[in-house]
């Protein structure tokens, strides 16, 4: 069977020119609006989604190949070893959802164990990458149908266009990290919603671990990070005719202990005065813009976050050097 990937599916729309610029348009307002009210809050903070333009999320690639950057080998390793296992609890899935158009190469890695599949829906908010992985993971593997979905996985109500049958979530790389317990929680209990009875849910999940181990992977040698963070400043002087000197600010990784995160910062070097959008904003030497947080979790820590979502915890797995965990749970 030929393999196919449908037209590329909104929730509302179709997509046509006309509704991706006014996609795009909607995108822009909404950075808009989460820059200035972000820039004039105390303590300022800016959504880590708005990390992910393109130069953000070419970034965020060379991240996962850093050494320091444990995460992303380490889960797509126990995705080899351990898929087997895996398909022994879902291998009775016909429908693969993944929240977040991970690498495809993890995703390839749980379809190779999964031969009963027969319909793949990624949904991410970034169309280029969407289409770019449809087209990869329809090459590798003929007979899989896939119909990418754009748009926010945390929003996303129905499936269009999804056949019947048994759906296995995929939420990898430990994304969920991104979110506040209280957020994370109400994306486990949509996800419910979305993909429904008899489901089951494959979510990748960083460990609580040492710092010597934890700070480097978010602060590394080669400055990379600190680019991909710094980045954010650049997308507001390309997107919103900013005037911020990246050279001015600086990355800053640190855990916070009482809420179990790394928290990111962007501080600047001197007293300054910025502008966005024709509005001005004065930054004092020290001041920081919070933008983004990594929550880590034991794997009790995330069971009982789990259960607390209408999710039953089935199995966990962790690797050797306990750095990361993939929990599989199951909708009763
Ligand atoms: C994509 C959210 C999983 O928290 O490890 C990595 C993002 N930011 N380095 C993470 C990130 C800086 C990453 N997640």
Redesign the pocket.
């Known amino acids: 069977m030929a393999s196919d990937i449908s037209s590329l599916l909104t929730e509302d729309r179709p997509s046509t020119s006309a509704a991706n610029r006014a996609r795009r348009a909607a995108e822009v307002a909404s950075f808009a609006e989460a820059v200035l009210d972000g820039l004039a809050r105390r303590p300022r903070s800016i959504p880590?989604r708005f990390?992910y333009d393109a130069a953000g999320s070419a970034l965020?690639e060379e991240?996962t190949k850093l050494k320091e950057?444990y995460?992303t080998r380490t889960e797509t390793k126990m995705l080899e070893t351990f898929g087997a296992e895996i398909a022994e609890h879902v291998g009775h899935a016909v429908i693969l959802v993944e929240f977040g158009s991970g690498s495809s190469r993890k995703t390839s890695l749980l379809i190779d164990g999964l031969p009963g599949l027969d319909t793949y829906i990624p949904i991410d908010v970034s169309e280029d990458f969407l289409v770019e992985a449809a087209k990869r993971l329809s090459r590798k593997h003929p007979g899989l149908t896939v119909r990418p979905l754009v748009g926010d996985f945390t929003r996303t109500r129905t499936l269009i266009g999804a056949p019947r049958g048994a759906k296995l979530g995929f939420f990898s790389?430990?994304?969920i990290?991104?979110l506040t317990q209280e957020e994370a929680k109400t994306f486990l209990e949509n996800a419910a919603r979305l993909l429904g009875q008899g489901s089951t849910f494959l979510v990748g999940v960083?460990l609580k671990k040492s710092l010597n181990v934890l700070i480097p992977?978010?602060d590394d040698e080669d400055g990379v990070?600190a680019a991909?963070?710094l980045n954010l400043l650049s997308r507001i002087n390309r997107e919103l005719d900013g005037d911020f000197d990246t050279t001015t600010f600086a990355h800053v990784a640190l855990y916070n202990a009482d809420k179990g995160r790394?928290e990111?910062y962007l501080k600047s070097l001197i007293d300054q005065k910025v502008h966005v959008l024709g509005r001005s904003f004065s930054f004092a030497k020290g001041e920081h813009i919070h933008t983004?947080n990594?929550h880590k979790y034991s794997v009790s820590e995330f069971q009982d976050l789990a259960r607390s979502s209408g999710w039953m915890p089935v199995t966990a797995w962790t690797d050797e050097d306990d750095l990361f965990s993939l929990h599989l749970l199951r909708l009763a």
């Open positions: 880590s990390l965020f991240i950057y995460p790389g430990s994304t990290g991104n960083d992977a978010y990070t991909f963070s790394i990111i983004e990594s």
